[in-house]
Nanobody, 127 residues
């Protein structure tokens, strides 16, 4: 069982930045992939980005490419989502997710591939 705890959400003006953190309970995530998803009011949850822990390979949704960056800290077992140039349409609850994953496999971008989920953190971008 893996427990994930997100933090760092809040209210920010358009054009601003936020950094989300996802602290994980496992001692090592070398055989895991970590992802960020988001769900806006009235919409389905959607993929934002993900990283395969051991290889460092990443993938991003087109809507956030060039603005968001996912990274990991091995010593802290923490994944970060740096969000820059935020837009009102980025407003959503952001979820961290993880799953056991082979390091050589393509970065997983579908919800069904993830086994563990955090509780979510709200990000609100005002115009």
């Amino acid at each position: 069982q893996v427990q994930l705890v997100e933090s760092g959400g809040g209210l920010v003006q358009a054009g601003g930045s936020l950094r989300l953190s996802c602290a994980a309970s496992r001692r090592t995530f070398n055989s895991y992939a970590m992802g960020w998803f988001r769900q806006a009011p009235g919409k389905d949850r959607e993929f934002v980005c993900a990283i395969v822990w051991k290889s460092g390979c990443t993938d991003y949704a087109d809507s956030v490419k060039g603005r968001f960056t996912i990274s990991r800290d091995n010593a802290k077992n923490t994944v970060y989502l740096q969000m820059n140039s935020l837009k009102p349409e980025d407003t959503a609850v952001y979820y961290c997710a993880s799953t056991p994953y082979e390091w050589y496999a393509p970065v997983p971008f579908t919800e069904g591939k993830y086994d563990y989920w955090g509780q979510g953190t709200q990000v609100t971008v005002s115009s």
